[in-house]
C-alpha cells in the first residue's frame, strides 16, 4: 500500500521559513515525480513544485520561485520543500502528491495523495 504522509506545516509570520516533508512508503521512490499542490478554501489545488526522481530540473510554479526549494532523501524516501520569505498569499493546505514517471502540474497526473499539511502566514 502506498502511503505518503506530509507534516511540517505550521504558522509563521510573513518572512519566515518553513520545511515541509512528504514521508513516501510503499512507493517505488526511484521511479517517481514527487509533487507539492496548495490549495486555499474555494480554489482549486494547483501545483507548486514537483521532483523527478528520473532526473530532470525540478518544477516551480512562478509566485514561489527562488523562495521555495524541493529536495529529496532517497535514503528516507522523503521529499522536503524549503518554503523561505514566506508572504501571506503562500497561507494555504499543502500536499505532497506522487506517480510514477515525469512532472506534471495536472492533478490528474498523481495518483497517490498525502493528507495536507496547513500552512499560515501571519502578517
Known amino acids: 500500500e502506498v502511503q505518503l504522509q506530509a507534516s511540517g506545516g505550521g504558522l509563521v509570520q510573513a518572512g519566515g521559513s518553513l520545511r515541509l516533508s512528504c514521508r513516501t512508503s510503499?512507493?517505488?521512490?526511484?521511479?517517481?515525480?514527487i509533487a507539492w499542490f496548495r490549495q486555499v478554501p474555494g480554489k482549486q489545488r494547483e501545483g507548486i513544485s514537483c521532483?523527478?526522481?528520473?532526473?530532470?530540473?525540478?518544477w516551480y510554479e512562478d509566485s514561489v520561485k527562488g523562495r521555495f526549494t524541493i529536495s529529496s532523501d532517497n535514503d528516507k524516501n522523503t521529499v522536503y520543500l524549503q518554503m523561505n520569505s514566506l508572504k501571506p498569499e503562500d497561507m494555504a493546505a499543502y500536499y505532497c502528491a506522487a506517480d510514477l514517471g515525469r512532472c506534471s502540474f495536472l492533478r490528474s497526473a498523481y495518483q497517490f495523495w498525502g493528507k495536507g499539511t496547513q500552512v499560515t502566514v501571519s502578517s
Open positions: 521532483i523527478s526522481m528520473t532526473g530532470g530540473a525540478p
Open positions: 510503499g512507493l517505488s521512490f526511484e521511479d517517481s515525480a
